[in-house]
């Protein structure tokens, strides 16, 4: 059974700070990792892709990925209240070959002002 | 571009009936994945259309089906349904050649099984 692993949270942290939000993942052939936000009562939304080891860095948000950990995290730097919201984890294993993506049941993030 | 678009947005029905869902992908987008998400199991994937053929399916019975069109818009319909098909239905739409799956969601549609 492939899974994909998140802390359900809630995850608190006050405004202006940095949120770490974590993901593991059983198959270790994964190829590329997703994070998505979703808002109560909204469809995800598509914030970062990474595919390669190590960080990749959008705005305040940086992904970082550890295959050999089987090991994804999203850092959010600067929080902002319009940052609280559920974070999904997404991992495809088939690349681009075949679209079903393997999620976690997400991370809740509460940003506090 | 006009983003992924699903109709109808709400749906109430009774055990026993059928439903068809709708989805118009992303212009130029050939591939679109629907998921169910559920509180309890989050989301799961149904399964995917790629110029018109079905490409892969998630582990749902049969009562869950789908096709898509030469215009790549897909439909999804579930048949004899069960209260346990009260969910969110989303489907995704992707380019289809990237390497790396990317997908967008449309804004998804409520289904309400009673």
């Known amino acids: 059974q492939k899974e994909v692993e998140q802390n359900s949270g809630p995850l608190s942290v006050p405004e202006g700070a940095i949120a770490s939000l974590n993901c593991t993942y059983s198959d270790r052939g994964s190829q590329s990792f997703f994070w998505y936000r979703q808002y109560s009562g909204k469809s995800p939304e598509l914030i970062m892709f990474?595919?390669?080891?190590g960080d990749k860095e959008d705005g305040r948000f940086t992904a970082q990925l550890n295959k050999a950990s089987q090991y994804v995290s999203l850092l959010i730097r600067d929080s902002q209240p319009s940052d609280s919201a559920t974070y999904l984890c997404?991992?495809?294993?088939?690349?681009?070959?075949?679209?079903?993506?393997?999620f976690g049941k997400g991370t809740k993030l509460s940003v506090k002002p | 571009k006009a983003g992924v678009t699903q109709t109808p947005r709400y749906l109430i029905k009774t055990r026993g009936q059928q439903v068809t869902l709708s989805c118009s992908p992303i212009?130029?987008?050939?591939?679109v994945s629907w998921y169910q998400q559920t509180p309890g199991q989050g989301l799961q994937f149904l399964f995917e259309y790629f110029s018109e053929t079905q490409r892969n399916k998630g582990n749902f019975p049969g009562r869950f089906s789908g096709r898509q069109f030469s215009n790549s818009r897909s439909e999804m319909n579930v048949s004899t349904l069960e209260l346990g098909d009260s969910a969110l239905y989303l489907c995704?739409?992707?380019?289809?050649?990237?390497?790396?799956?990317?997908?967008?969601f449309g804004p998804g549609t409520r289904l309400t099984v009673l």
């Open positions: 212009s130029g987008h050939r591939s």
């Open positions: 995704a739409s992707r380019a289809g050649g990237s390497s790396y799956n990317e997908q967008f």
């Open positions: 997404a991992v495809s294993i088939y690349g681009g070959s075949q679209g079903n993506l393997i």
């Open positions: 990474i595919y390669s080891n």
